[in-house]
Structure formats: C-alpha cells, structure tokens
C-alpha cells in the first residue's frame, strides 16, 4: 500500500482551524471573565476602604467588612455585570423581616436597586462600582437585620433605665458566609434567640397575620399583632440559656414558676412593684435564703410612711416592732424585728442584684385574691414561702420540712446557703403562649407595650 506523505485534506484542515478558533475563543472568554472579576474585586476593595456608605451603620460596618474577608474579597450578590440570584434570595430573607415582628425596611430599596442594575445597559467602571456598592449595601441590610433579629432592634433602657440586655451578639458574619447559597433562607433560623417561647410566639403571630388578612376582626388583630412583636423583642434582651433549673417571674402574669428542663415543677402567685415603684427586668442567681429575717426598712419607706405614721400615732413603731439602730455616724435607720407581722414575712430569697430586689413572704395573704397584683415597693412576694424554701433547699438533707417550718417561725434571723445557685429571672412579657399552646395576654402594668417599637 502506498503512503502519500505532507498532504491535508480539507475536512481535516476545517476541522483544525475550527478548534483553533474555538480555544481562542474560550481563552478570550476566561481573559474576560478575569477582567471582569478583577474589575470588580477592585471596586468592592475601593468601597470596603472607604468609610460605612450613609445606609450602613457604624455597628455593622465592622461585620461587612468580615463578610468579604471570609470571602476572600469576592462579591457575593453580582454575578457577571448584573445581580445575581442569590441577591434575589436575600432579598426575600429581607422580606420575612415581619415573620419575626419586625417592620421591614430595607427589602424595597435593595429590590429597587437590583431591579435597576438588572436592566442596566451602560457598562463600565462607573457600573463595576454602583454593583460593588449594591453588594456591600445588600450584605449590610441581611447583617443589620440578622443583629435586630438576634439581639434586638430597639434597647431595653427605652423601656426603662434599669433594664439591660442580656443576649450576647453572634458571629453574624461569619454565621452569614457559612449560610451563603442553599442555607440563606434559614439563617435567620440560626441567629435568633433559642428559647421555645419565641418560637411558639412566632407561630402565634403568623396566625395573627393569617387572621388580618382574611378580614377578622382587624383592629383587635392588629393591636395583637404590636404586643406580640413587641414580646419578641424582649426575648432578644434575655440570656441565651435561662438554665436547666431556674425560677422565672413574669410581672405581667403575677406568677413564679420554677422550671427544670423547661418543664414547670412549682407554680404560684406572686405580687410585683406598683407602677411607681416598679420591679426591676433582671436576671441574677439565688444563693440564700433568711428565715425569720429582719426588715431594713428602705430610707424612702422610713421617711415617706413609717415616720409619718410614727409621728401621728406615738405607740406605731413599738407596736409594729420597729426599733431605731443608731450607726456609726449618728444616723438613725429603722428596722422591724423578726415575728409575724414583719413585713417580709418569715423568710426571704436572697439573689445579688443592684436594686436590692428580693423574693419574701408576707403577712398579708389577702393580696394573693387579687387579679392585678402590682402593689409592692419593687419586691416581690410569693404566695407558698414555704414550698419554695423547700424547693431551693432540695438537696441539702439537712433542711427537711420540719426544721425549715421550725426556722420560719424561730425569730431568730439565721442565713441559709443554698446547695447549688438557682438562676433567677424577673421578666416582663405581656404575651405568651402556655403550656397548652394557647396564646394568653397580660396586663401592661408599667406601660412597656405602649412604649415599644420594632
């Protein structure tokens, strides 16, 4: 057979040159897209230097700038020369602002804006930068609402002075690149607080929202709607774990409920601070208790009531107990003996606050009928001393109930150590759901509701 040598055929020729062209091509197309990327990480490094654009806060310029450094300085909402549609994604997670009784704010505005960079013809350094900024602004809206949702929009000291959050804020940053593609829609999931009751209230409130958009009873609906946002936003101000074993107080509902695992295990009535001398939202650790305790009466007490009746009746001090303690200085202080008609009854729970807030007995059993039960200086009296004394001492084989029955009633102040400290949580919700899934309303004693904005 012979072999012609050096010579082509056509198709074989087309073929080649094809290929040619076509590598070409694709080396073109990748130089392209290196350009673009590169364009466009420049102007994201341009507006990461500068300082936080007007809609972004000081607060969160810090958590953007982490955003794109875990990113290695890449954009995370532009593909190309035009949004992407994960930018569409995350502007929906913008929109469920409301599923956690927040008002949305910045959803429109990032969807007016993508809208407008998706039709955008004109492409340039001037579009590489209004996308490097549509970018930067998107993650600071996603970051800003993920810290309303985690820790709250608005601050406790709005509400009142005293009153501190407790919730410390997550790695939003680093939580938001993790999640970034198939976890976006959930992320909120993984920044709010943990607590069941904020998770049954959100379920409460999108019944709510079903209910007002189906015509019922609008207005009552709506107000329900604002109380129950409101109590969700205080769930951001509480700690993120309330303990295994904990006494919580709710001043709304006038109740003590000792909790283990969340499960209730004591319930009972309690009587909380009058609006003018209102108990304090704190959280602290039960370490004693005093049985038969005596009562240093407060300086403001002593003044406003107890001398006043003092001086109106001359046999009042004696015959309530109260003897006169002369300190150091010459200061006179008042306090009432131990016995049964002290006002703190004949025992009290001592856990370290600034407000020398407490639980105590009292002798005036009478309140415990009432509904409203905000009628004390600022502490708070419970309506079963004895079965709490029993509960916070369990565990100490030493305190059985005859010997706590006995030190109640010995009038001789004497200071316990508990075995263990108890969490203590004195909190003010006015909307919760119980334990049997019904969403139940309390009173707005102090106000907070009417002050309350999210």
Not at 21 to 42: I, P, Q
Not at 63 to 69: L, P, Q, T
Not at 229 to 251: Q, T
Not at 276 to 299: G, K
Request: proline fraction near 7%; charged fraction near 25%.
């Amino acid at each position: 057979m012979r072999v012609r040598r050096g010579v082509f055929s056509a198709p074989i020729i087309a073929t080649a040159v094809l290929a040619v062209a076509m590598a070409a091509a694709v080396t073109a197309a990748v130089m392209a897209r290196t350009h673009r990327h590169a364009a466009l990480t420049a102007a994201l490094e341009r507006v990461l230097a500068a300082a936080p654009p007007p809609s972004v806060s000081k607060d969160t310029w810090p958590a953007v700038r982490a955003f794109y450094a875990q990113r290695d300085g890449s954009l995370a909402w532009v593909r190309g020369q035009a949004p992407s549609g994960a930018s569409a994604t995350a502007i929906r997670v913008l929109q469920s602002s409301r599923d956690h009784g927040l008002v949305p704010r910045d959803d429109e505005r990032m969807a007016a804006a993508r809208e407008g960079l998706a039709r955008a013809t004109v492409r340039g350094a001037d579009h590489d930068a209004t996308l490097a900024a549509f970018d930067v602004e998107l993650t600071a809206a996603l970051l800003t609402l993920g810290r309303d949702v985690a820790v709250g929009r608005t601050s406790p000291a709005s509400l009142d002075s005293r009153w501190k959050a407790r919730r410390r804020v997550p790695d939003l940053a680093a939580t938001l690149a993790a999640a970034y593609g198939s976890g976006l829609t959930s992320w909120l999931d993984t920044v709010r607080p943990q607590h069941p009751q904020y998770a049954a209230l959100r379920r409460a409130l999108a019944s709510l929202y079903d209910d007002l958009e189906s015509g019922e009873a609008p207005e009552a609906t709506a107000d329900r709607i604002k109380i129950v946002s409101a109590n969700l936003e205080r769930w951001r101000w509480m700690p993120d774990s309330l303990g295994n074993r904990y006494l919580f107080v709710n001043i709304p509902s006038f109740m003590l409920v000792a909790r283990e695992a969340d499960k209730p295990v004591l319930t009972m009535k309690v009587v909380t601070g009058k609006p003018d001398t209102s108990t304090p939202v704190f959280s602290s650790e039960m370490t004693t208790l005093v049985f038969s305790p005596y009562w240093n009466i407060p300086e403001s007490i002593a003044e406003n009531e107890t001398m006043v009746a003092a001086n109106r009746d001359p046999e009042y001090l004696e015959r309530n107990h109260i003897e006169q303690i002369e300190s150091g200085n010459g200061d006179v202080r008042l306090r009432q003996k131990p016995g049964p008609g002290n006002a703190l009854g004949f025992v009290k729970f001592l856990f370290p606050n600034p407000y020398n807030v407490y639980l105590h007995d009292t002798p005036s059993d009478n309140l415990f009928a009432k509904t409203v039960r905000a009628l004390s200086h600022g502490c708070v009296r419970v309506e079963q001393p004895e079965a709490l004394a029993r509960y916070v001492l369990r565990g100490d084989a030493a305190w059985d109930d005859h010997r706590i029955e006995l030190a109640m009633h010995d009038g001789t102040e004497s200071h316990v150590k508990l075995p263990a400290p108890i969490p203590v949580h004195i909190a003010y919700f006015t909307a919760w759901v119980d334990d049997a899934g019904t969403l139940v309303f309390g009173p707005d004693v102090y106000g907070y509701d009417r002050k309350a904005k999210n």
